[in-house]
């Protein structure tokens, strides 16, 4: 569009230090990860950053309002961009996008906006087949070698067609990767809250790890479908996703802002397709995930399904978590092999 | 029929409670609540919600708890959601019922009704679900709920206080900021009003500025803000700091409370650019009352000092005031360094 976009380094440990460091103490990992972040573009030569408000009840919606105020005190030059969700009506909406992009015609945003939603589709669709390979392939970080070549590759196609090309060919790059067909995996159902399930480095790339410890993994939450639901549903065309709200209820009836009731409904769903354990991964202090992990005895004790919850924060020792995840792993094992449901481990 | 109804002394309890007792009263139903917060019952709401729950929430099920053997018939929780156009309250109050029925604690059925005004003011479900256990005319339930509402205004205009007490010289004025089942439950905030009162000091609360005012003077804010407490909150805020008189402001917040870490964050950064005093104190399970004490006692003497030696190189909050050789000064003794950073 004409726009020169600087993307961020993936976060490290420094831009989470660097985020913990000028961000409020009790604040959520995302906001602490994104600060680090936006620091590290500004060095590398980044003058203006582009966040989307909100209107509650999550945190969210007061990150840009935050984020100024601590630049502004930290004397780091960085024009704002918060662009507020049409809450007085679309035509507001409108403009104030207008005035970000600036003259550019609509035909090429429509164009941009369709490419953009393409990839994120291809890129879930790749890491679909991740998810199944991993447990299976004989020689462990070929799947995810393979998939990082394809995401760099990704990032540089410029339009539908060599993009459908890098697609075909990771698939069949994919496909033959050596793996133990007759293997039993457990299935894992990961939910909680979406930063933490989409960005590896916030969750310590907690997907790879279970998918190494020979289990298959699905997300109640993939960036297309959240795009597809939030972005691109208007009031005149609906687009819907995984439904999964509706399994929530008599747990959680009420929406309580956040994935709060997306984490209750997926694990409902989960347990009905017969998944072997529930892992919820949320940062510290998400108000809307303490509701769900209050609620999520309930779930076990009716669905016999296992829940393991992980909160994350600035604490980056891999260790602890894997010990974790590891008994977590053999007691979901050994409760395969007993088909006792009455073993309950939360 | 005498009905009667509980309702824990916890949360909401505490903005609401003339509503809610006029409203029940008026409609014949004896209103039980639980006694006042104590050790045996932040203990057993300790034990009946995860760790990660602020201390309010666990407050909250210990109140629900004492409701476990005793003779009533209904518990009155209801699912607060907003309370005014497009404010919501906090997501742990939207989920509480299910979070109350989701714990192991015994409890009488429930009555939750639904209070959303994000979009409309109307209120016809809300008080269908609350009094239709109890009667079904509408017209006594319409009038019970105007009388109510009556009450409620009354009680909240009798909070206000128009000026600041710089009348008495001796007297501080201090703004004691929180949401108000911290600031009126005296167990939780560990006697905060009565230590304050002690040390000569006018307390003031959000709830003693009007809310027209707050919310005029929460104009100055660049976006709206979506929580009825961060709303009150910053709203006082403004409001105090165009008060005349020497003063002080005090946060007092739940471990965890995921409203406050933002609100308390952007009030900090208004206060320091007004050079008020500030201190925050986090308020969790820990009922030492020694390690308070004396962060109160210095907080009132940095204002003390600042009114009566002018001493404005005291720091108001989170700022280093020392010159560059590491001098920082005492009762007026300056630094002849060049360099000093108190120059203001």
Known sequence: MGLNVIVPPRPTKDSLSLGVQHSPEFACIPLKICIGNLIEANQLGADTFLMVGGCGPCRFGLYGQLMKEIFQDLGINYHTLIIEPPDTGYWQFVTRVKKVIGPVSWWKIIQGIQLGYKKAVIVDKLEKYVQEIRPREFNKGTADKIFNNALQMIDQTQNLDELEEVFCLTKEKLWHIPQDESKDVLKIGLVGEIYTLLEPFASLEIEKKLGKMGAYVHRSLYLSDWVKEHLLTTRFFKLKGNDYRSYASPFLNHFVGGHGIESIGASVAFAQEGYNGIVQVAPLTCMPEIVAHNIFPQVSDKYGIPVLNIYVDEQTGETGLETRLEAFIELLEAKRKKVDRKITIC | MGWKIGIPRALFYYTYFPLWTTFFQALGVEVVVSPLTNKAILDQGTK????????????????????????????????????EKKAYICPKFMGLPDMLSASKIKHPPLIKPVVNKVKSEQDTHFLWDCASPFTGKWLKIKKAWHDAEQEQRNYEQKLIRKYLDITDDRKLNILLLGHDYNLYDHYVNMGLWQKLQDLDCTVFTPAQFSKEERDSQLRKFPKSIFWTYGRNLLGAVYSFMQRPGKKGVIVLSSFGCGIDSFIDNLIIR???????????????????????????????????????????????????????????????????CTTSSYKR
């Open chain 2, 270 to 336: 208004r206060l320091v650019e007004q050079k008020i005093p500030y201190l925050n104190v986090i308020l969790d399970e820990h009922t030492g009352e020694g390690g308070l004490v004396t962060r109160l006692e210095a907080f009132i003497d940095i204002i003390r000092w600042r009114r009566d030696y002018h001493q404005n190189y005291v720091s108001s909050y989170g700022q280093y005031v020392g010159c560059c050789k590491g001098n920082v000064g005492v009762h007026g003794t300056k630094c002849d």
């Open chain 2, 48 to 83: 009946s919600v995860v760790d990660e729950t602020c201390l309010p929430v666990k407050v909250f099920f210990g109140h629900a708890a004492t409701f476990t053997n005793k003779n009533v018939d209904f518990l009155f929780v209801p699912r607060l959601i907003s309370v």
